[in-house]
């Protein structure tokens, strides 16, 4: 059973940095896809950030310039740094894993979608 568990969450002043941290455990294989998502009350959960096995990433608009997500040296951690923080990035935020893997030698795969328990984040201004 495949389990991410995220650290780091808090609360900060506006301006501020916190760096969230995730790792999955129970799965042999890395994920081909490890990122951040974040919901905050009365909204849909958005994509924060993704990062690929090769090291491709992919950020949200509203966080290019201030966030930075990476993979660590450990097969399937994942971190997000956030710098300038803002009372807007208020939400709990979610750590995700997904891509496909195949299964068999006739080369049937499936896909994989999991996701963390989640970190609250609250800034204040």
């Known amino acids: 059973q495949v389990q991410l568990v995220e650290s780091g969450g808090g609360l900060v002043q506006s301006g501020g940095s916190l760096r969230l941290s995730c790792a999955a455990s129970?799965?042999?294989?890395?994920?081909?896809?490890m990122g951040w998502y974040r919901q905050a009350p009365g909204l849909q959960r958005e994509l924060v950030g993704t990062?690929?096995?090769?090291?491709?990433?992919n950020y949200a608009d509203s966080v290019k310039g201030r966030f930075t997500i990476s993979r660590g040296s450990a097969k399937n951690t994942v971190y997000l740094q956030m710098n300038s923080l803002k009372p807007d990035d208020t939400a709990v935020y979610y750590c995700?894993?997904?891509?496909?893997?195949?299964?068999?030698?006739?080369?049937?795969?499936?896909?994989?979608?999991?996701w963390g328990q989640g970190t609250q984040v609250t800034v204040f201004s």
């Open positions: 995700n894993a997904h891509g496909t893997r195949v299964v068999n030698v006739e080369g049937a795969s499936i896909e994989y979608d999991y």
């Open positions: 129970g799965s042999r294989f890395s994920m081909d896809v």
């Open positions: 990062i690929s096995t090769g090291g491709d990433t």
